[in-house]
């Protein structure tokens, strides 16, 4: 799966999910499910999981890429990876709380290593939820719709 590197996009998606109006770019009002994982198959798995939905994807490489990514995209949901280099998924997720249009964005702590203390952990620093890897497509399908609205959820969810 090929990415934009400069818009953390997939480059799939690029040209579906503009539109114009009165000349100007628009975003079609569908969800965005940011993906922070440092590991390319990871991403690429959700990518294809979640794009097959309907949701529009972002890809952040590492924590530091998620908070930058966050702020820019305001996605609706965030599935965060634990363990990563630069910044892990703790830390960024509290960087995320703390932006104010983004405290309330749905985060989903995806990680190798569960086990309770790095749930608990995961939940103290402001993540939602936490699902260990792999997971199963209609878990990962449940868990970020249940953040959004009946309207925004996919119609195909299997």
């Not at 890809?59 to 599935?79: C, F, H, K, M």
Request: with cysteine; charged share 25%.
């Amino acid at each position: 799966m090929n990415r934009d590197a400069r818009s953390g996009r997939r480059s799939d998606q690029l040209g579906a999910k503009r539109a114009t109006s009165s000349g100007t770019q628009t975003r079609f009002a569908l969800p965005v499910i940011l993906i922070v994982d440092d590991n390319e198959d990871n991403r690429d798995l959700f990518a294809m999981m979640l794009s097959r939905l309907g949701y529009e994807i972002e890809l952040a490489i590492d924590g530091q890429d998620g908070v930058e990514r966050a702020r820019a995209v305001r996605p609706s949901v965030i599935l965060m990876d634990l363990a990563m280099p630069n910044m892990d998924g703790f830390e960024a997720t509290r960087w995320i709380r703390a932006i104010p249009e983004l405290a309330s964005v749905r985060i989903i702590a995806v990680t190798a290593s569960y086990d309770t203390v790095s749930a608990q952990r995961a939940r103290a620093a402001g993540c939602d939820e936490v699902l260990a890897k792999p997971c199963a497509p209609e878990d990962l399908t449940a868990c970020v719709e249940a953040g959004l609205p009946a309207s925004h959820r996919s119609r195909d969810a299997s």
